[in-house]
């Protein structure tokens, strides 16, 4: 038995999303961000970083066990399923799966929150902003070419790393980013969003602004 500390429009609902494709016991506890965007103190109360996703695994060798990090959340989850939706089998799509897995967060959420900040702040925001939507542009255009050569990150299934990308490129797309430019891009996007576990953790996490355009049936869920 799992709990998801469940911050509203983050990357926790990454986790939501998993727990689903994994058929995991999970309750979600859920938090409401500040006016200016940050987590509220209570998720302090459950680690000290306060950011979310934040994990307990209830049912841990080490009793309860208090987990951050979604990389490592995903793993420990993706264990905890006997591997399912972890590493292929292939060597060629484990290096892909790996790569796509640490890539999410590692450089192409941090340009992505790099704009995002520099983007609020005048002048010299849009001198910085010079440098990083030429760096940002790389990313996506290289996110571009590996998926026109394959159907899902790390090959021909559907895998964990598939859920650590969503979080990037439906921030992209929702900030104006994906172009005609970035056709496969875009068609993965409608790829992930056609799964069914990806409708059930949006309807469990309630509002998601970076997902599908939503019925006003499930909105008001
Ligand atoms: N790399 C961390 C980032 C965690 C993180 O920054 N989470 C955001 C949610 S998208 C957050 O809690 N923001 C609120 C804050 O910083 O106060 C992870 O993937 O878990």
Redesign the pocket.
């Known amino acids: 038995m799992f709990i998801v500390h469940h ?1 509203n ?4 609902q990454r986790i939501l999303w998993l727990m689903e494709e994994l058929g995991l016991d999970y309750a979600i506890r859920f938090y409401e ?2 006016k200016d ?3 509220p103190e209570a ?1 302090r109360a459950v680690h000290p ?5 934040i994990v307990e695994d209830l049912d841990s060798s080490a009793s309860r066990q208090v987990l ?6 995903v793993e420990h989850l993706v264990g905890s399923a006997d591997g399912k939706l972890g590493l292929p089998a292939t060597p060629r799509e484990a290096v892909l799966y790996r790569q796509y897995l640490h890539y ?2 590692g450089s192409l ?1 941090p340009i992505l ?1 790099t704009s995002l900040v520099a983007s609020k702040i005048l002048l010299l925001g849009r001198f910085a902003l010079k440098r990083i939507r030429p760096m940002l542009e790389t990313h996506l255009n290289f996110v571009e070419q590996e998926l026109r050569g394959r159907e899902w990150f790390a090959g021909t299934a559907f895998t964990a790393a598939d859920i650590m990308m969503s ?1 990037p490129l439906e921030a992209a797309g929702a900030r104006g980013f994906l172009g005609d430019d970035n056709r496969a891009t875009t068609d993965w996007l409608a790829r992930i969003h056609a799964r069914p576990a990806y409708h059930r953790a949006l309807e469990k996490g309630g509002p998601y602004a970076f997902g599908p355009p939503r019925s006003s049936k499930e909105t008001t869920q």
């Open positions: 911050l429009n983050s990357r926790s961000r500040n965007m940050s987590a998720l970083l306060g950011k979310s996703p951050v990090e979604t990389g490592a959340i999410a967060e959420m929150f979080f």
